[in-house]
């Protein structure tokens, strides 16, 4: 083996052992190539036993008590609009116009488009959707009036954003009237037809209501979801997260002395001088405390850091750090000493406690920081902040780095 390199863990972890053991997997994943030195600062973190005290639950005892799950009924309740929109919108924006809180816009313009074009579909079961202008004048005009007439007064389709959706909206109004075997009315003759304008009208309304229920519903589903994920899944997380932030930064030296003590112990003369630089890993804000005491007054001269999921450049522009460096400020990158020689930081797609560092910093030499994404797997989960140490990415990244 090479030189050692020290390893540096991030929030909530409270088990000396199991990040030993982290640490010597990672150790066999980059092929024994370097003797892993864990560094272990989680006895002087948070004291998260009774965070759960202060979160409060869907129907607490003295709190807002949680609407009755089958209350998705009659559709005469507005939705939050904000909750709506953001489960009913997708990142493209809605053609022609922005839909923001539901209540204007062109929604309905286009759900009236695809629904004249599915009502324009060959008949004997052919799907094709043909132009408008192979649709009956007047079943089109009495759809694009009906979906006019009704579309403000949906509680839920108002909310929908994405174009995608609203294409499928509008084709699902018109698709039984699509097939040349369903009739509004029977009849043919002109006195006829203007009662079936009139039924088609009122087919149209029934859809919209059916429609809008089932939306309704799927929302009120997704939302049951959405807030049971972000209490029982990523809840945890996040409070020991800022739960261990809130202690460092009160107790940053306590902690930079542990780290330092670690290094002491293998050898008291490492990172002390440019000549004698470490090698260094963090995750999280194991990640933060090692640029922090990389770049402070005294630095522990770092020849090449390998961070993960970690929050420095956060931090930095939001609260400037100190030390040797200087606030960001107007778009001027902040100019790392060279007591931090190399700096790969790597960030995983999902992972919401990860940030970019070559927007906010510059190494010594004018290089910036390497930001790597690394590809999110299934297997990972949905919260992805403790993945980085078992990924095959993060291993190979690590190897490149440190070699």
């Keep these: ?113 695809a629904a004249v074009r599915r009502l324009g579909a060959a008949s004997s079961g052919d799907d094709e959707i043909r132009d408008q202008g192979d649709v009956d004048p007047g079943r089109a005009a009495a759809v694009r009036d009906a979906i006019a007439e009704h579309w403000a007064s949906t509680t839920w389709l108002r909310q929908v954003a994405d174009p995608q959706l609203l294409d499928e909206i509008g084709a699902a109004i018109t698709a039984p009237l699509a097939d040349p075997r369903v009739t509004v009315t029977s009849g043919g003759e002109e006195e006829i037809r203007d009662e079936e304008l009139r039924g088609i009208a009122d087919f149209v309304k029934r859809r919209l209501d059916d429609l809008d229920r089932v939306v309704g519903a799927t929302v009120g589903a997704a939302a049951g979801r959405v807030n049971s994920y972000l209490r029982t899944e990523l809840g945890p ?16 030296r306590e902690i930079h002395d542990r780290v330092r003590a670690t290094i002491d112990q293998v050898d008291p003369g490492l990172g002390r001088e440019p000549e004698r630089p470490v090698r260094v890993i963090g995750h999280s804000l194991g990640g933060v405390i090692a640029v922090d005491i990389a770049t402070a007054v005294v630095p522990l001269w770092t020849r090449c850091l390998v961070t993960f999921g970690s929050q420095s450049p956060f931090f930095h522009v939001c609260d400037p750090r100190g030390g040797q460096l200087r606030p960001y400020a107007d778009g001027t990158l902040v100019q790392l000493p060279p007591s931090l020689g190399a700096w790969t930081n790597l960030w995983e797609p999902l992972d919401t406690l990860a940030f970019i ?3 906010v910093f510059r190494l010594h030499d004018g290089a910036a920081p390497l930001d790597v994404p690394i590809g999110h797997l299934a297997s990972s989960g949905l919260w992805t902040h403790s993945a980085y140490w078992d990924l095959p990415q993060v291993a190979t990244a690590i190897q490149q780095t440190l070699a």
Excluded: C
């Excluded at 024994?32 to 002087?44: E, F, T």
């Excluded at 997380?237 to 261990?244: A, I, K, M, N, Q």
């Design 357 to 359: 560092a070559a927007k």
């Design 1 to 113: 083996m090479t030189d050692p390199v020290f390893v540096i863990h991030g929030v909530g972890s409270r088990d000396r052992k199991g990040f030993a053991e982290r640490v010597a997997r990672l150790q066999r994943a980059t092929g024994d190539r370097w003797d892993m030195k864990p560094v272990y600062w989680g006895d002087l973190g948070a004291d998260d036993r009774w965070i759960g005290l202060t979160i409060p639950g869907l129907g607490a005892s003295g709190g807002i008590e949680a609407s009755d799950p089958g209350e998705l009924r009659d559709g005469s309740e507005r939705p939050p609009a904000d909750l709506a929109a953001t489960l009913l919108s997708s990142s493209a924006p809605v053609p022609q116009a922005e839909v923001r809180d539901g209540t204007d816009g062109n929604q309905s313009d286009v759900v009236a488009a």
């Design 237 to 252: 997380g996040v409070t020991r997260f800022f739960g261990d932030v809130l202690v460092y930064q009160r107790h940053r």
